[in-house]
C-alpha cells in the first residue's frame, strides 16, 4: 500500500459521503479523499467544508470535490454509494435494482479507464446485487480482473448494530447499571443484507464469552436474544421510517473499518458481500460471508459447516441473486 493512501468515493456527495470522508480525516486513513458526484456543486461545496475541517488534524488530507471522473486516477480505494436510497418503508431494496443497475453501468467504464486496481467497495444497495452487478461489469471491461479485490458492506454494519443491540439486551439485566461495552460483543452476521439476513449466535459472545453460557448462566432469557436479532435484522429500516433515508454515520465507519483492513493490511475477518464459489447454482453470486481482508483484498473465505437449519437460511438468502443470475444468461 502506498504511503500516500487515496480514497475515491463515488456518489460522495450524499450522506454517507460526506460522513465516510469526515471519518476518514478523524481517522488520518486518507492522504487525498475525492468526492465524485453528478451533483457537481454539492460535491465541491462538501470538500471545501471537509478540506477546512481537516485543518483541524495532524495528519495532512487534501479533499477534492469534483463530476470529473479523471480524479480518481490510481486510487488504492474506490466506494461506491452512488444511486437511489431507500425514501421510505415501502421503497424496498430490491425495488432499486434497477435504478441502480444503469449507475453502476456508467460508473464500471471510469473506473475500469483510470483506476482499474483499486480495491473497490460496493454500498449502494440492493447491495448483494449491485455488488454482483458491479463485478461482472469490472469483469468485462478489465483484463484478468480479480474478484477478491471488490466487495459490498453488509455484515460489519449489521454487526455494528447487533452489538449495540445486545450489550443493551445484556445490560438491562443488570440493575447496578451497564457492565457490558458493545465494543466486546462479536457478531458474526451472514448470508443476504436484507430482512433474510442471518446473526448467527452460535459464533456470536463477549470477549470469548458464547451466548449460549450467557443465556444458561447469566439468564438472558431466549426471547431477548431473539429479540436482539430482530432488532438487528429491523436496524436500517427503523431509521429510515424515522429519517426518511437512510443510515449514514454507522454505515461511513463500517465502511472505514473495511478500507483501514485493506489499507493496513490487518487480516482482519470481517463478514462482508463477497462472491460466492460453490458447485451449485448459487456460484458467482455475492453474499455476505467472514472473509480475510489484507493489502491483497479478500485473502481468505471463512467456510462453514452448517446445520440443516442454516443451509435452509443461507439458500433461502441466495434466491434472489440465483433469479437474477438465471435472468442474465
Ligand atoms: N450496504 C449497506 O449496508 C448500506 C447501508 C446504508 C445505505 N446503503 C446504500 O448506500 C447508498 C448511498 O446512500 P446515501 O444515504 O449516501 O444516499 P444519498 O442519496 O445521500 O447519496 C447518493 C449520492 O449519489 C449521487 N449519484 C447518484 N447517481 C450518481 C451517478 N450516476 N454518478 C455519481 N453520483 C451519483 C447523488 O447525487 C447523491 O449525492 C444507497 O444506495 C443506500 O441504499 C447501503
Given at each position: 500500500?502506498?504511503n500516500?493512501?487515496?480514497?475515491?468515493?463515488?456518489?460522495?456527495?450524499?450522506?454517507?459521503?460526506?460522513?465516510?470522508a469526515?471519518?476518514?480525516?478523524?481517522?488520518?486513513?486518507?492522504?487525498?479523499?475525492?468526492?465524485?458526484?453528478?451533483?457537481k456543486?454539492?460535491?465541491?461545496?462538501?470538500?471545501?467544508d471537509?478540506?477546512?475541517a481537516?485543518?483541524?488534524?495532524e495528519?495532512?488530507?487534501?479533499?477534492?470535490?469534483?463530476?470529473?471522473?479523471?480524479?480518481?486516477?490510481?486510487?488504492?480505494?474506490i466506494?461506491?454509494?452512488?444511486?437511489?436510497?431507500?425514501?421510505?418503508?415501502?421503497?424496498?431494496?430490491?425495488?432499486?435494482?434497477?435504478?441502480?443497475?444503469?449507475v453502476?453501468?456508467?460508473i464500471?467504464?471510469?473506473?475500469?479507464k483510470h483506476?482499474?486496481?483499486?480495491f473497490?467497495?460496493?454500498?449502494?444497495?440492493?447491495?448483494?446485487?449491485i455488488?454482483?452487478?458491479?463485478?461482472?461489469?469490472?469483469?468485462?471491461?478489465?483484463?484478468?480482473?480479480?474478484?477478491?479485490?471488490?466487495?459490498?458492506?453488509?455484515?460489519?454494519l449489521?454487526g455494528?448494530?447487533?452489538?449495540?443491540?445486545?450489550a443493551?439486551?445484556?445490560?438491562?439485566?443488570?440493575?447496578?447499571?451497564?457492565?457490558?461495552?458493545?465494543y466486546?460483543?462479536?457478531?458474526?452476521?451472514?448470508?443476504?443484507?436484507?430482512?433474510?439476513?442471518?446473526p448467527?449466535i452460535?459464533?456470536?459472545?463477549?470477549?470469548?464469552?458464547?451466548?449460549?453460557?450467557?443465556?444458561?448462566?447469566?439468564?438472558?432469557?431466549?426471547?431477548d436474544?431473539?429479540?436482539?436479532?430482530?432488532q438487528?435484522?429491523?436496524?436500517g429500516?427503523d431509521?429510515?421510517?424515522?429519517?426518511?433515508?437512510?443510515a449514514?454515520?454507522?454505515?461511513?465507519?463500517?465502511?472505514?473499518?473495511m478500507?483501514?483492513?485493506?489499507?493496513?493490511?490487518?487480516k482482519?475477518?470481517?463478514?462482508?458481500?463477497?462472491?460466492?464459489?460453490?458447485k451449485?447454482?448459487?456460484?458467482?453470486i455475492?453474499l455476505?460471508?467472514p472473509v480475510?481482508?489484507?493489502s491483497?483484498?479478500?485473502?481468505?473465505?471463512?467456510?462453514?459447516?452448517?446445520?440443516?437449519?442454516?443451509?435452509?437460511?443461507?439458500?433461502?438468502?441466495?434466491q434472489?441473486?440465483?433469479?437474477?443470475?438465471k435472468e442474465?444468461?
Open positions: 500500500m502506498t500516500n493512501t487515496k480514497i475515491s468515493i463515488i456518489g460522495g456527495g450524499g450522506n454517507i459521503g460526506g460522513a465516510l469526515y471519518t476518514l480525516i478523524l481517522k488520518e486513513l486518507a492522504n487525498t479523499i475525492v468526492l465524485v458526484d453528478l451533483n456543486n454539492v460535491a465541491e461545496g462538501k470538500a471545501l471537509l478540506g477546512q481537516a485543518a483541524f488534524e495528519g495532512k488530507c487534501d479533499v477534492i470535490g469534483t463530476d470529473d471522473y479523471s480524479n480518481i486516477e490510481n486510487s488504492d480505494v466506494v461506491i454509494l452512488a444511486g437511489f436510497a431507500r425514501k421510505s418503508e415501502s421503497d424496498t431494496r430490491e425495488i432499486l435494482i434497477d435504478k441502480n443497475k444503469g453502476m453501468k456508467s464500471a467504464p471510469m473506473i475500469a483506476s482499474p486496481n483499486s473497490v467497495i460496493v454500498v449502494t444497495n440492493p447491495v448483494d446485487i455488488a454482483w452487478i458491479m463485478s461482472n461489469e469490472l469483469n468485462s471491461l478489465i483484463k484478468d480482473f480479480n474478484y477478491n479485490k471488490l466487495i459490498g458492506l453488509s455484515g460489519v449489521d455494528g448494530r447487533f452489538q449495540y443491540f445486545a443493551k439486551a445484556i445490560n438491562s439485566k443488570n440493575c447496578s447499571g451497564d457492565i457490558v461495552s458493545p466486546d460483543v462479536q457478531p458474526m452476521i451472514i448470508g443476504s443484507h436484507n430482512n433474510k439476513m442471518m448467527m452460535r459464533y456470536s459472545g463477549v470477549n470469548g464469552v458464547s451466548f449460549e453460557h450467557i443465556m444458561n448462566i447469566e439468564d438472558l432469557p431466549a426471547d436474544v431473539e429479540n436482539i436479532k430482530k438487528t435484522i429491523s436496524g429500516g431509521i429510515v421510517k424515522l429519517l426518511g433515508t437512510s449514514y454515520f454507522a454505515p461511513a465507519r463500517a465502511i472505514c473499518k478500507i483501514k483492513a485493506y489499507t493496513k493490511n490487518e482482519r475477518l470481517l463478514c462482508c458481500s463477497t462472491r460466492i464459489e460453490s451449485d447454482d448459487k456460484n458467482g455475492y455476505g460471508l480475510i481482508i489484507g491483497e483484498g479478500v485473502e481468505k473465505k471463512i467456510n462453514f459447516k452448517f446445520t440443516d437449519e442454516e443451509l435452509k437460511s443461507f439458500n433461502n438468502c441466495s434472489e441473486g440465483i433469479k437474477i443470475l442474465s444468461k
